[in-house]
C-alpha cells in the first residue's frame, strides 16, 4: 500500500510564503516524477510544478520566479516553496508522485496525497 501526506497549507497575507511537504511512503521501488497540483473553487485541476527523480523541473507560467519545488530522494519527499503569494494562489494542493512499485514491474502508477487547503487573503 502506497500513501503520499502532504501538509504545510495554511492562511497567509498576499505577499506571504508557506511551504509545502508531501511524503510518500509504502511498498516503493522507485519514484520518477513528483509534483504539485492544485484546485480552486469551480475551475479543473491544474499543474503548479513537477520534478523529476534527477532534478528536472516544469513549472506553470503563474508560478514561475515564486515558486521553488525540490525533493529529497532518500526521504521520498517532495517540497513546494511558495513566496509572493497571491489571492489567486488560492487552492487546495494535492501532491503527486508517478513511481513503480517492484522492480519487475515496469508500469508506472500514479498517487494522490489527500490535499492541503491554501489561502491568500488579508
Known amino acids: 500500500q502506497v500513501q503520499l501526506v502532504d501538509s504545510g497549507g495554511g492562511l497567509v497575507q498576499p505577499g506571504g510564503s508557506l511551504r509545502l511537504s508531501c511524503a510518500a511512503s509504502?511498498?516503493?521501488?522507485?519514484?520518477?516524477?513528483m509534483g504539485w497540483y492544485r484546485q480552486a473553487p469551480g475551475k479543473q485541476r491544474e499543474l503548479v510544478a513537477t520534478?523529476?527523480?534527477?532534478?528536472?523541473?516544469n513549472y506553470a507560467d503563474s508560478v514561475k520566479g515564486r515558486f521553488t519545488i525540490s525533493r529529497d530522494n532518500a526521504k521520498n519527499t517532495v517540497y513546494l516553496q511558495m513566496n509572493s503569494l497571491k489571492p489567486e494562489d488560492t487552492a487546495v494542493y494535492y501532491c503527486?508522485?508517478?513511481?513503480?512499485?517492484?522492480?519487475?514491474?515496469?508500469?508506472?502508477?500514479?498517487?494522490w496525497g489527500q490535499g492541503t487547503q491554501v489561502t491568500v487573503s488579508s
Open positions: 509504502g511498498s516503493i521501488f522507485s519514484i520518477n516524477a
Open positions: 503527486n508522485a508517478r513511481l513503480r512499485l517492484r522492480v519487475w514491474d515496469l508500469n508506472e502508477y500514479n498517487y
Open positions: 520534478i523529476t527523480s534527477g532534478g528536472s523541473t
